[in-house]
């Protein structure tokens, strides 16, 4: 390998905190051996990590996330006690049976009927700020998909914070010891088998559908099939654990990319129609997730590396959204690039995600609000604190702003 850097830095604190240096240092050798980190829902210092080649260039990425037949990502929580995700660990045809039944609840009209309450919920939010210095992420980011989420899931808004808890712990960027993560898995998947329990006795009972996703997801029918109760209740879960988590640091790097790029900022009070350019070109600059885990099921040459069967490869998003041979000046926030579209942080192929919709509605009101509000916002006092825990998100988990009212 002609790279100086060591694969094996890619899970370490610093690199995590900023590890497109580092992707570019290795991309012309992709795919690379050596890395080893852990997927979502395992218990680092109890499951050992897995061991992978990183795909780092563009067409490297792209081609394996959208041939799952032989990148199956229906394994990478072998072997643990990490509770299964709906559809991000399953592969076709079941694959395509469960999403043409959870489809039929996550309709595009249920997400775009969700915005005035997401307005709400922003007005809220930001009404509620105080003067000075703001943590945004504490005070912005993280409490809008959590609320959501309560109220997508039918549920009382007490459970906002389990639901943040859970999923910080969950996708491994709460330090937590191996007994606080294992419990946390363990009460998040009790509460959930319990309330989808209480909705099938409820509905077994005569009761009317609730109009919510629990009860679309448990009354969604095609072909005379319909979900298990375990693949119901597990699909709230990744909704929870996945949709909350990625979103708050989705908003957080759009909100640090407005903190730093004051002339955006500007140009988007005076053009709304360029908030969607935005999201895309911070979701390639940014996007919260980096990689994910697949599983090789037959022998295929990459870069003139022969990967066997049974050998795991990590599709690095966020390196092949930086790969300057798809997107020239790979670190400029560029609002005139003309296939910011092109960007894989929601994935490509069958498993591009399924909550990208609401995701991309929930950060767009968020950046909405603010310009309607406010008429600069400019760093704090305080520098921003960086996720260093996992390489699953990147993102901060602390940004100091100082907002002026327009």
């Given at each position: 390998m002609s790279s100086a850097f060591d694969p094996r830095r890619l899970a370490t604190p610093e690199v995590i905190e900023n590890p497109y240096p580092a992707y570019d240092a290795l991309r012309a050798d992709s795919p690379v051996s050596g890395y080893a980190d852990w997927p979502p829902g395992t218990v680092p210092g109890f499951d050992p990590p897995i061991q992978a080649w990183a795909l780092l260039s563009y067409d490297q990425?792209?081609?394996?996330?959208?041939?799952?037949?032989?990148?199956?990502?229906?394994?990478?929580?072998?072997?643990?006690?990490?509770?299964?995700?709906?559809?991000?660990?399953?592969?076709?045809?079941?694959?395509?049976?469960?999403?043409?039944?959870?489809?039929?609840?996550?309709?595009?009209?249920?997400?775009?009927?969700?915005?005035?309450?997401?307005?709400?919920?922003?007005?809220?939010?930001?009404?509620?700020?105080?003067?000075?210095?703001?943590?945004?992420?504490?005070?912005?980011?993280?409490?809008?998909?959590?609320?959501?989420?309560?109220?997508?899931?039918?549920?009382?808004?007490?459970?906002?914070?389990?639901?943040?808890r859970w999923a910080n712990a969950f996708m491994l960027s709460a330090d937590m010891s191996v007994e606080e993560r294992t419990r946390s898995n363990i009460e998040m998947v009790g509460w959930f088998q319990q309330m989808v329990d209480q909705r099938l006795a409820r509905l077994a009972a005569g009761a009317a559908p609730q109009d919510d996703l629990v009860d679309a997801l448990l009354t969604a029918e095609s072909e005379g099939a319909k979900l298990t109760r375990d693949e119901v209740w597990r699909f709230c879960f990744t909704l929870v654990v996945a949709g909350s988590e990625t979103t708050m640091y989705y908003a957080a790097n759009c909100l640090h990319a407005l903190v730093r790029n004051p002339e955006v900022f500007e140009r988007l009070r005076a053009e709304r129609s360029l908030i969607p350019?935005?999201?895309?070109?911070?979701?390639?600059?940014?996007?919260?997730?980096?990689?994910?885990?697949?599983?090789?099921?037959?022998?295929?040459?990459?870069?003139?590396?022969?990967?066997?069967?049974?050998?795991?490869?990590?599709?690095?998003?966020?390196?092949?959204?930086?790969?300057?041979?798809?997107?020239?000046?790979?670190?400029?926030?560029?609002?005139?690039?003309?296939?910011?579209?092109?960007?894989?942080?929601?994935?490509?192929?069958?498993?591009?995600?399924?909550?990208?919709?609401?995701?991309?509605?929930?950060?767009?009101?968020?950046?909405?609000?603010?310009?309607?509000?406010?008429?600069?916002?400019r760093p704090g006092a305080t520098p921003p604190e960086p996720q260093r825990a996992t390489l699953l998100q990147h993102s901060v988990t602390r940004l100091p702003v100082v907002f002026e009212r327009a």
């Open positions: 990425v792209a081609a394996a996330a959208k041939d799952h037949q032989t990148f199956s990502s229906a394994n990478f929580q072998q072997g643990t006690d990490a509770p299964t995700l709906m559809l991000v660990n399953h592969d076709d045809p079941e694959h395509a049976k469960l999403r043409k039944l959870v489809v039929q609840a996550f309709t595009p009209r249920r997400v775009s009927e969700l915005r005035p309450a997401v307005q709400a919920v922003v007005k809220q939010l930001i009404e509620s700020l105080p003067e000075g210095e703001v943590d945004v992420v504490a005070r912005l980011c993280a409490p809008l998909p959590a609320r959501l989420m309560v109220r997508l899931l039918g549920q009382d808004e007490s459970m906002t914070d389990a639901f943040a350019r935005f999201q895309q070109e911070t979701l390639r600059l940014a996007g919260p997730p980096q990689r994910l885990f697949r599983k090789v099921t037959r022998d295929v040459e990459i870069g003139g590396k022969q990967i066997r069967a049974g050998e795991w490869v990590a599709l690095f998003f966020a390196a092949a959204n930086h790969d300057p041979k798809v997107f020239p000046e790979p670190q400029r926030l560029r609002l005139d690039r003309e296939n910011g579209g092109a960007q894989l942080s929601f994935g490509h192929g069958i498993h591009f995600c399924l909550g990208a919709p609401l995701a991309n509605l929930e950060t767009a009101c968020l950046v909405e609000g603010l310009l309607d509000r406010f008429g600069t916002m």
